[in-house]
């Protein structure tokens, strides 16, 4: 916690003028290590982009200013909602071969190879959610899903095999 500060009618000029100076010092001392920590990130931020095959993020540096300005709203286009002619459900169940155990991220990769359209961000937990609640899926292990030979169904309802409760007037 800061000391109070003395009253500034009690203080010598020259104590004031020592005072900014130090303090002006200070502060480009505190500019040029934000400068060299702002390369190293910088340098990080290539090497891990690297890491994943991936473009580089380039990352400008804020700009020196005082006060720190409000960032202007752009208006974001969203994309479009893809539009596609089987449901995920149905596209991870002609995708993965019964038998088979996939992650969510593999099925992912496998609806988006057989031409599923998508533009979420989080693609692999959208499919995570479906293999969950799918039928045709069953959890082996975390992360793990095994497809079922035959989604386990009801027995269709014949029309013979209905009752019917009599009319009461």
């Given at each position: 916690m800061p000391?109070?500060s003395?009253d500034?009618?009690t ?5 004031l003028?020592h005072?900014l100076k130090?303090?002006t ?5 505190f500019?040029?290590s934000?400068?060299?920590l702002?390369?190293q990130l910088a340098a990080?931020?290539?090497e891990i982009a ?14 020196a200013t005082a006060a720190?300005q409000?960032?202007?709203?752009r208006s974001?286009?969203r994309?479009?909602?893809a539009r596609?002619e089987l ?5 991870l ?7 088979a ?11 988006v ?5 998508t533009?979420?961000?989080?693609f692999s937990?959208?499919v995570?959610?479906?293999?969950r609640r799918?039928p045709?899926f069953?959890?082996i292990e ?8 035959a ?14 409760t009599?009319?009461?007037?």
């Amino acid at each position: 916690m800061p000391s109070p500060s003395p009253d500034l009618s009690t203080v010598s000029v020259l104590a004031l003028q020592h005072e900014l100076k130090r303090r002006t010092a200070g502060l480009q001392q505190f500019k040029a290590s934000r400068a060299s920590l702002a390369r190293q990130l910088a340098a990080l931020d290539t090497e891990i982009a690297a890491l994943e095959g991936a473009r580089p993020a380039v990352r400008a540096p804020r700009p020196a200013t005082a006060a720190v300005q409000p960032r202007k709203r752009r208006s974001s286009r969203r994309a479009r909602r893809a539009r596609n002619e089987l449901s995920l459900n149905d596209t991870l169940v002609q995708t993965v071969e019964p038998g088979a155990r996939v992650t969510p991220t593999e099925a992912a990769a496998l609806v988006v190879r057989n031409g599923y359209a998508t533009s979420s961000a989080k693609f692999s937990m959208v499919v995570a959610n479906a293999l969950r609640r799918h039928p045709g899926f069953r959890r082996i292990e975390r992360g793990m899903y095994e497809r079922v030979a035959a989604p386990p169904s009801a027995p269709p309802v014949s029309a013979s095999s209905e009752v019917s409760t009599p009319a009461t007037t």
